[in-house]
């Protein structure tokens, strides 16, 4: 803390607002619940911001990768996934600084049933030679 840092201003959770249990985020140096150990083993919750911004942003895997500059504008990260699924990492409310133009991209169809899935929000099954198949259309059952 120095002088010329502003008083009173509490250190908050950049994703919720909460300020108690904060630790800084190895990949942007942002203040975020230490939240983690609240987590249930494989129940998939998305209740933690810690975990969220780990799991979830296009951020944390740049900062993993040791991709070099800023993850806004590497490319490595534009190619390590599908466009809608990296447009989904880069906008979600679990980054601090969203991409401010995602590109666009093909919506995802049903290869059954032909209805666009929004893979960020519901399951869908990848069926080899067929592609994406919807929740409703799946074969296995989705979890
Ligand atoms: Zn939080
Ligand atoms: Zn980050
Ligand atoms: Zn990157
Ligand atoms: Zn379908």
Redesign the pocket.
């Known amino acids: 803390m120095t002088k010329t840092q502003q008083k009173d201003t509490k250190p908050k959770?950049g994703?919720?607002?909460?300020s108690k249990k904060l630790i800084k985020t190895d990949c942007c140096n942002n203040w975020?619940?230490n939240?983690n150990d609240q987590y249930v083993l494989f129940s998939y919750a998305r209740n933690s911001?810690w975990r969220n911004h780990d799991r979830y942003t296009v951020c944390s895997f740049h900062h993993q990768n040791e991709h070099k500059g800023k993850w806004l504008d590497c490319k490595k990260c534009l190619n390590s996934f599908d466009t809608e699924d990296y447009v989904d990492m880069a906008t979600n409310e679990y980054n601090f600084e969203k991409l401010k133009n995602p590109p666009s991209f093909e919506p995802t169809l049903c290869a059954e049933c032909g209805r666009v899935i929004v893979r960020a929000e519901e399951g869908f099954t990848m069926v080899p030679k067929k592609g994406y198949v919807c929740e409703d259309c799946s074969p296995i059952p989705y979890y």
Request: hydrophobic share 20%.
């Open positions: 959770c994703l919720c607002g909460k975020i619940c939240d911001c």
